[in-house]
């Protein structure tokens, strides 16, 4: 499995403000995703990250709220803008990986708590 | 996105027990199926695929059935360090949609 890692690994921001979180894979991957998991829930995805285009989006997230880049295989970020208390979550990478099932593989989150 | 549901829990079990979890899942063009365990404070990581076959990993047995839309995981011999949040996950649409996550199962193994 790709070795994945996030920076910052946690975060206390202001309201009002932006917060850019990194993922970095040690290999190239086709396929990067970008989920939420706020207090006591599950995953939520976010976007998929694509490589040389805009981000595809789910339903409930918008690109001005969370714009997204993807300037490579082996980088994304994530920017969480315009904070408010709401947005305090654990925010993951994941990449895809091409073997048996088309298994994900997750970075070790940021933890963003927004006051 | 179509919903995984998943019984939260949390399951006491005994050390040495069998435990089962089952999960159902709304979305009948779904492909692909996995079982993911979380520790407390840490990322998702992934246990194991499930197969329309049924899947064996150790200790750790996955079966599907798609007529139901139902996945199952069984334990044997649990052990301590098997206390996780399991969550049952499933890919819709071949990888290009990203995951559906079930909300997860707590699970306790006792000494």
């Known amino acids: 499995s790709a070795v994945i890692s996030q920076k910052p690994s946690r975060d206390i921001c202001q309201r009002g403000t932006s917060l850019t979180i990194q993922c970095q894979v040690d290999s190239q991957v086709t396929m990067m995703f970008w989920y939420r998991q706020q207090p006591g829930q599950s995953l939520t995805l976010i976007a998929t990250?694509?490589?040389?285009?805009?981000?595809?989006?789910e339903s409930g997230f918008v690109i001005d709220k969370f714009p997204i880049s993807r300037p490579n295989l082996t980088f994304s970020t994530l920017t969480v803008s315009n904070m408010s208390p709401e947005d305090s979550s654990i925010y993951l990478c994941?990449?895809?990986?091409?073997?048996?099932?088309?298994?994900?593989?997750f970075g070790p989150g940021t933890r963003l708590t927004v006051t | 996105r179509k919903e995984v549901e998943q019984d939260p829990g949390p399951f006491n079990v005994p050390e040495g027990a069998t435990v089962a979890f089952n999960c159902t899942y709304s979305?009948?063009?779904?492909?692909?199926f996995f079982w993911y365990r979380q520790d407390c404070r840490k990322e998702p990581k992934l246990l194991m695929s499930v197969y329309s076959s049924g899947n064996e990993d150790g200790r750790f047995t996955a079966q599907l059935n798609r007529a139901s839309q139902y996945i199952s995981l069984l334990i044997r011999d649990s052990k301590l360090s098997d206390s996780a949040t399991y969550l049952c996950v499933v890919n819709n649409q071949g990888g290009a949609d990203g995951l559906t996550f079930g909300k997860g199962t707590h699970l306790i193994i006792q000494p």
């Open positions: 979305n009948s063009a779904s492909q692909s």
């Open positions: 990250a694509n490589q040389g285009s805009e981000a595809t989006y």
């Open positions: 994941s990449v895809e990986h091409s073997g048996q099932g088309l298994q994900q593989y």
